[in-house]
């Protein structure tokens, strides 16, 4: 029997061609390599969507131009703007843990939906960004940049960072990742996780290091660690003056 000979292709349709998936437009991650970019250059890495990293460099300032200020008003990086943001129109998100939710939301990954699985990543989540950040920074602040050398105030922070990663050890004592399955908690977490080291020895926090190496083992961690890893120098001291003493203006 004669083979059917395939019909030539038809020309699509105006109709066909609109429904051509067109190719995402990347997400702007306005990022500079610390601890709080390196939440989202690590998500980012995680999904797989294309994103295009717009360097803040903080040292010079970058964070107090207008423009910057009108998506992170509290002159912080790191913030995205979304181009496909809800009903198909650009958002702009600041705040780490709110963009690690908005993007855990939007792809459906690392951010469970059970409510139940989605309140221990809360917990977590909101324990970093509320707790192990801000005390973390505070002991590496008198610890490394403080131009007095004030014993009250290095002890009272890494005592508190002490004590969180303790909390942390007896909760991965437990379970493999701080909300059981892997999430934007450990996202959040990591990589203050690997500066707390410099200063205090995880030997202390055996569950801490076993959760630290396999974290840090993910193609997508070290990916999004990576991320600028070059621009990030010394300190000068044009950059502590940036940096240091900011008040409202
Ligand atoms: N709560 C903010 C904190 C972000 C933050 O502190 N970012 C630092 C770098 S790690 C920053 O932008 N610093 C600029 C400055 O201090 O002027 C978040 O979680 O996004």
Known sequence: MAKKTA??????TPKARKSTPKPAKPIA?????????????IM???LGVPYAVHPVNIGKGEQF??????ISPNNRMP???DPDGPGGRPISVFESGAILQYLGRKYGKFYPQDERARVAVEEW??????GLGPMAGQANHFLNYAPEDLPY???????EVHRLLGVMNRRLEKKKFLAGAYSIADMACWS?????SKYIALDEFPHVKAWRERVGKRKAVVRGKAVAAEARTPLTDEERQVLFGQRAR
């Open 65 to 70: 131009a207008p423009a910057f200020l009108k």
């Open 44 to 46: 980012l890495e995680e």
């Open 153 to 159: 105030a290095k002890k009272r922070y890494s005592d």
């Open 125 to 130: 989540l909101f324990w970093q960004v509320g």
């Open 7 to 12: 019909k030539p292709a038809k020309k699509p």
């Open 192 to 196: 203050w996780v690997l500066s707390t």
């Open 29 to 41: 991650l306005y990022y500079w390599p610390t601890p709080n970019g390196h939440k989202i250059s």
């Open 79 to 81: 913030a995205i703007i």
